[in-house]
């Protein structure tokens, strides 16, 4: 533990622990059975915070630190199970971010390229290897989780173009907010409270009348595909303009086990 907390003071963060309360959880955690990462604030501003069960057989090892970016590469193992995180700050917050464990890396900089979806990979192909960790490269810009791909032959027609509209994965987090954007396909799903991933049609017309009334029904699109342009602004991250139609991508964290449970929602 003492370990854990210099390589996270080494990366400019404080880091506190607590007992595992499920109960208490947060909605930006990372669970992964008896114990779980997750962002806090007090007084003096942000910290992570590892939540463990009493004797918990995890173990916690630093793979990689990279105090200049402020980022942190963390290993779970628990006998022959092992995940990985990638944890850091990029503009204010901090944040934790689940690497799929189809790809076992041990540094930081590839814990960032696993986390880029394949059109992002395919598009950077040509980009120097020292600029594709930017948040703004010749084949793409990001916000956040968030990836944008020029798409200068995407025609849209003027009536389906919508404005000030919210991008966000799973229901409860704070949007990116779209000056226009325009969506088709994906999946109808029912959201609420309960269903915060949404349920589909069908699964929403067999609940009885009692379950429908309980919570606030919002029909969206689960995993649509979509373009923006303009402005795309976040209270956390700086706002950036996009000249022309771009596609929308999210990064490859919903294929981690931490966060199987996240969708796009549109």
């Not at 057989?57 to 980022?71: I, K, N, S």
Request: hydrophobic share 35%.
């Amino acid at each position: 533990m003492d370990f854990l907390a210099r390589a996270f003071t080494k990366m400019g963060a404080r880091l506190k622990y607590a007992e595992f309360v499920p109960d208490r959880w947060p909605t930006r955690r990372q669970a992964m059975g008896d114990f779980s990462l997750d962002v806090q604030r007090d007084a003096r501003g942000e910290y992570f915070l590892v939540s463990r069960v009493p004797g918990s057989a995890t173990e916690l090892v630093v793979l990689d630190v990279q105090p200049r970016v402020r980022h942190l590469l963390l290993l779970s193992r628990k006998q022959r199970e092992k995940h990985r995180f990638l944890l850091g700050q990029e503009e204010r917050p901090w944040f934790v971010a689940g690497v799929p464990e189809a790809t076992p890396v041990s540094r930081v900089r590839d814990a960032l390229q696993a986390l880029k979806p394949e059109g992002v990979l395919r598009s950077e192909r040509f980009i120097r290897s020292k600029q594709r960790d930017r948040r703004s490269n010749r084949a793409r810009v990001r916000q956040g989780e968030w990836f944008f791909l020029p798409a200068p032959d995407r025609r849209v027609p003027p009536l389906l173009i919508l404005g000030n509209e919210p991008l966000v994965r799973s229901r409860g987090g704070k949007p990116h907010v779209c000056e226009e954007l325009f969506r088709f396909g994906g999946e109808t799903v029912y959201v609420s409270p309960g269903a915060r991933n949404g349920l589909p049609e069908a699964e929403y017309k067999e609940l009885s009348d009692v379950d429908r009334k309980r919570w606030n029904w919002q029909v969206m699109r689960r995993n649509p595909k979509v373009y923006v342009r303009g402005r795309v602004r976040h209270p956390d991250h700086q706002t950036i303009t996009l000249l022309g139609w771009h596609e929308v991508l999210s990064n490859t964290e919903d294929q981690s086990y931490a966060m199987r449970n996240i969708v796009f929602l549109d």
